[in-house]
């Protein structure tokens, strides 16, 4: 008698409907994962970093990271799971062992769609989940994450700095808020996060810039609601940031978000 050896699933998929509010709390998967929400805004944490990801985002994620997903609002997920062993196969030769954001493509978005599709043949849908991480490669990585503070002290100064998008309180009131002194935040920021207090809430505001903006607000709307006192002082802000103006990264996203009066004739 032989005994017959039972390969491994190459990949599976994974559709979920959540409320606003709801949260999936902190996992982590043997496989590497697309995050993709079909409708609504997620918040991604690992240990280290927060990610915005609106629909107009996917999110790569490696295998065995430690996550936890927030609901921003009413949401659809859709999730595509690669075993190793098939990742090794079917992967171009781009390293996909670190998080990223990219822009949902209307060839990618369509892709991942159709892996969920009931009418697909399995054959049809390995080869969507192919090419699938293909295009993560074709596609700019969008910069949509912020490190985090881990101290208790950091992360308190890091909540009330991102409640305060308009920048209306100084770090002397952030630091009184927080039961806390100018000094220490200036020195917990650079080594929890790599970055200066000033230089880390400057990527705060242009990260929640990228979710208004991927929402289809205009970069005029933005500037104003990140408080800045100018479209110029926010293109500037932004192209430190990501190394791109608003204008290319509005050029990076679906045309169906981009507002009308940025697309072309």
């Known amino acids: 008698m032989t005994r017959q050896t039972q390969l491994p699933i190459p990949f599976r998929i994974l559709s979920r409907t959540f409320p606003q509010g709801e949260a999936v709390a902190w996992h982590a998967h043997a496989e590497a994962q697309v995050i993709f929400a079909a409708s609504g805004t997620i918040q991604v944490y690992t240990e280290s970093e927060r990610w915005f990801i609106p629909p107009q985002l996917a ?30 196969k079917w992967a171009p030769d781009r390293p996909l062992d670190y998080i990223f954001a990219l822009a949902a493509t209307p060839l990618l978005r369509e892709l991942i769609l159709s892996a969920f599709k009931d009418d697909i043949s399995p054959e049809k849908a390995e080869l969507a989940v192919r090419l699938i991480l293909h295009e993560l490669i074709e596609t700019p990585d969008i910069p949509v994450f912020l490190p985090m503070p881990t101290s208790t002290i950091g992360r308190r100064v890091a909540d009330l700095a991102l409640a305060d998008s308009r920048m209306h309180l100084g770090v002397s ?45 205009t970069i005029s709307q933005v500037a104003a609601d990140v408080g800045f006192g100018s479209t110029a002082a926010f293109s500037f802000a932004f192209r430190q940031v990501t190394k791109m103006t608003p204008t290319a990264f509005l050029h990076h996203l679906p045309a169906a978000v981009v507002p009308a009066d940025m697309r072309k004739p």
């Open 173 to 217: 009131d952030l630091a009184c808020r927080a039961a806390t002194s100018i000094r220490t935040i200036s020195r917990v920021f650079p080594v929890e996060t790599g970055l200066t207090f000033k230089a880390w809430r400057q990527r705060a505001r242009i990260v929640l810039a990228i979710d208004q903006l991927s929402a289809g607000r």
């Open 59 to 88: 999110l790569w994620m490696p295998a065995r990271i430690p996550h936890r997903v927030d609901m921003i609002s009413d949401t659809e997920l859709r999730m595509i799971y690669w075993h190793p062993s098939a990742l090794r």
